[in-house]
């Protein structure tokens, strides 16, 4: 697989059918299991596939969204992979604790799935990342460097030069946590944001099922939800303070990495995965003509992008 690119986003298949990607008609689709785990506080919901001793393969999801938007990327693995998609804390089906009883932070989040990892006795793993779930991952990475055998990234970021301008009332609310800013963001967790962060900069919205948006709208509609997302955006600040810290984690250890992103992010820049080559010369970074939620437009091209970047490093889990 050749490395260390930075390419433009593929046209359309010109030979051979799309693969089949709807897993309810393949009569040879890996069993996916839906299971929950008590982890401390927290009844962590996740879906699981493939031998419990194949190499492991952690998804973690981001805003807004759960383990859901894995979906057809877990069937496509499973053959060869043990894959474990869990839902972080305060989203998709994990039943999480009131705001009092749980800090709802990503440090907390890190340490949920982490401990969550050796519950499951996930001893090496390549990691998936996206949007919320990039820095719980660079947390695990930092933490447990042997663990990781390889990343992908899919507009997960970790460079502030990755930070668009949908940024900028966020980090008003960084400079100045007062009541007034958080309420300026009010609409950030709501139905109509969270399908507008499906749909923009997607060229043809109508390759964007509705399942994704309509699912975690319900979701930010359950009672303390928004108030949990609210503290999280605070929170993320948290994530920035690190970026010298994660980018140290790349360039010491080399791990390889793959970004597949949405050029047309309005919150991830392309800026932030070519950013990337500083820290690992050969890292494969590939731009897809799409927006935030890459996988929801273009997982025909990016699933088996994903499938040979994880099958050429499949060595590093020995």
Do not use: C
């Amino acid at each position: 697989m050749t490395t260390g690119t930075q390419r433009a986003a593929p046209g359309p298949a010109t030979t051979g059918p799309a693969p089949d990607t709807n897993t309810a008609r393949r009569a040879d689709a890996p069993a996916v299991r839906h299971r929950y785990a008590q982890v401390g506080d927290v009844r962590l919901f996740y879906r699981e596939a493939g031998r419990s001793d194949a190499p492991a393969v952690l998804l973690l999801h981001g805003y807004a969204a759960s383990s859901y938007m894995y979906r057809d990327l877990i069937v496509a693995l499973a053959d060869r992979y043990r894959v474990v998609a869990p839902d972080l804390p305060a989203f998709g089906y994990t039943e999480s604790p009131a705001r009092g009883d749980y800090a709802y932070t990503f440090e907390n989040l890190a340490r949920t799935i982490d401990l969550f990892t050796t519950q499951l006795a996930l001893d090496r793993y390549a990691l998936v990342v996206h949007d919320y779930g990039a820095p719980v991952g660079w947390r695990l990475a930092i933490a447990h460097p042997d663990r990781v055998t390889a990343i992908v990234s899919q507009n997960g970021n970790a460079y502030e030069e990755g930070l668009g301008a949908g940024w900028a009332p966020i980090r008003t609310y960084w400079d100045a946590p007062t009541p007034r800013n958080r309420e300026a963001l009010r609409d950030f967790p709501t139905p109509a944001s969270i399908k507008w962060q499906y749909l923009e900069g997607v060229p043809d919205p109508s390759l964007v099922a509705p399942d994704g948006y309509t699912l975690e709208g319900l979701q930010v509609q359950r009672p303390g939800i928004a108030e949990i997302q609210l503290d999280l955006l605070l929170d993320y600040a948290s994530n920035v303070a690190l970026y010298p810290r994660f980018q140290d984690y790349f360039r010491t250890h080399r791990p390889p990495l793959l970004a597949t992103w949405g050029a047309h992010d309005p919150f991830f820049l392309p800026a932030g995965a070519q950013a990337w080559t500083r820290d690992i010369p050969d890292a494969d970074i590939r731009f897809y003509d799409t927006g935030h939620f890459a996988l929801e437009t273009h997982g025909a091209e990016i699933v088996p992008v994903i499938r040979a970047f994880l099958d050429a490093n499949a060595g590093r889990w020995r």
